[in-house]
DNA sequence: CCTTGACCTTCCAGTGACTGGAAGGCATAC
DNA sequence: GTATGCCTTCCAGTCACTGGAAGGTCAAGG
């Protein structure tokens, strides 16, 4: 299987394989006589799992980490159990941080007609919006 | 007003204000005899103004285009308020996203205990989740 | 046999938004 | 005088790729 196969088989970029390769996520894998990488389904399986961990949202660096403890010999489920813990409790704040910053857009939208047309400001919408993050009276 | 003044003020590294000085953000401030940045009230507010836009999804380039209509003597507002339509899409689609992730996050929690304890596979719990986004039947 | 086009190779460099560190200058307190 | 905590510049690194250049390989078509 070339990389441009196995890359589309799992939906990526080539360059993305190589990268992959470059930082030690993927063997190395055999070569052609002409020198083309030729990956096994093992690679294409492989390539599956640091998407998938990817996709749960672990960085490249937690996906090593899960690969060494195969390569050690060891199950790194506990480990993964803790990342996904942290990875839960991280989406919640990001989407908790989301909603405030989707409700401050969707108030600047409707409040935009109102505002004064203001000179000498950068954006009367933008400053309006530091306003309200920076409340009046601070200490 | 040095550096570090102005960057706890606003809440920023001093590092990240030289940076957008250095990206055409803040103005070069002026110096004092030895050399230090002095800054004034008003690259005050322009820090402010950037770190607004920012926090609201504006990346530093559209926070530089909307600088520039400024500099142009023109109102950028209608502008932003396309950007701003651009990120409430955006937001919303972040969001669904998260969710569907979380989602997947919490069920791979609770579904972890049950899983088999399967020798061969570099994490049961991330092959599970990979196994649930590639539908077992595909054309 | 030659060409075309799609693929592959390596290497270098850039993205965005910073951040860290080194090496040195300045200002104030003790 | 010296200790500290700022400040300066410059270089390099982060993360996860992605683009491009310059060249090699392979199968199909004329």
Same mark, same amino acid.
Do not use: W
């Given at each position: 299987?070339?990389?441009? @196969?196995?890359?589309?088989?799992?939906?990526?970029? #080539?360059?993305?394989?190589? *990268?992959?390769? @470059?930082?030690?996520?993927?063997?190395? #894998?055999?070569? &052609?006589?002409?020198? *083309?990488?030729?990956? &096994? /389904?093992?690679?294409?399986?492989?390539?599956?799992?640091?998407?998938?961990?990817?996709?749960?949202?672990?960085?490249?660096? %937690?996906?090593? !980490?899960?690969? +060494?403890?195969?390569?050690?010999? !060891?199950? #790194? =489920? &506990? *480990?993964?159990?803790?990342?996904? /813990?942290? $990875?839960?409790?991280?989406?919640?704040?990001?989407?908790? @941080?989301? !909603?405030?910053?989707?409700? @401050?857009?969707?108030?600047?939208?409707? $409040? +935009?007609?109102?505002?004064?047309?203001?000179?000498? =400001? *950068? =954006?009367?919408?933008? !400053?309006?919006?530091? +306003?309200?993050? &920076? #409340?009046?009276? %601070?200490?």
């Amino acid at each position: 299987m070339r990389i441009g @196969e196995v890359a589309d088989a799992v939906g990526v970029n #080539p360059k993305t394989v190589r *990268y992959y390769e @470059e930082i030690g996520l993927l063997p190395q #894998p055999e070569r &052609t006589p002409s020198g *083309y990488r030729d990956y &096994t /389904d093992e690679d294409q399986s492989r390539l599956v799992f640091v998407k998938t961990a990817q996709r749960l949202g672990l960085s490249l660096a %937690e996906v090593g !980490e899960i690969l +060494a403890f195969r390569e050690r010999g !060891e199950r #790194p =489920c &506990t *480990y993964v159990l803790g990342v996904l /813990d942290r $990875q839960v409790a991280d989406v919640d704040r990001r989407i908790a @941080e989301l !909603e405030a910053l989707r409700a @401050e857009l969707a108030a600047l939208k409707t $409040q +935009a007609d109102r505002l004064p047309r203001t000179d000498g =400001c *950068y =954006c009367s919408v933008i !400053e309006h919006a530091a +306003a309200m993050a &920076t #409340p009046t009276h %601070e200490p």
